[in-house]
Nanobody, 123 residues
Framework: QVQLVESGGGLVQAGGSLRLSCAAS????????MAWFRRAPGKDREFVGG????????DYGHSVKGRFTISRDNAKNMMYLQMNSVEPEDTAVYYC????????????????WGPGTQVTVSS
């Protein structure tokens, strides 16, 4: 069982930066692949990016590639999403997710989800 809690959301101006954090419970954090997803009002859930258990492999959704960076600190049971050059289109609730069996952009690959944190980008 893994419990996830996101933090760091808020209001930011377009072009600015924000860093989200995901805190995980448990002693087997490094065995989980992790990911960030987001859901904007009226839109489907979107894969933002993912990172392997060791942190050695990352993957990003097309709309954030080159602007967002995912990292993790297995010693602290933490995952991060550094968001740079944010755009109003990045406004959404951001969720972190954890899974062992799967990997990549499919939400079904992940077994555990946090409650989400709101990010609002003003123009």
């Amino acid at each position: 069982q893994v419990q996830l809690v996101e933090s760091g959301g808020g209001l930011v101006q377009a072009g600015g930066s924000l860093r989200l954090s995901c805190a995980a419970s448990g002693r087997t954090f490094s065995t989980y692949n992790m990911a960030w997803f987001r859901r904007a009002p009226g839109k489907d859930r979107e894969f933002v990016g993912g990172i392997s258990g060791s942190g050695g492999i990352t993957d990003y959704g097309h709309s954030v590639k080159g602007r967002f960076t995912i990292s993790r600190d297995n010693a602290k049971n933490m995952m991060y999403l550094q968001m740079n050059s944010v755009e109003p289109e990045d406004t959404a609730v951001y969720y972190c997710a954890a899974g062992r069996a799967g990997w990549g952009p499919a939400a079904s690959s992940y077994d555990y989800w946090g409650p989400g944190t709101q990010v609002t980008v003003s123009s």
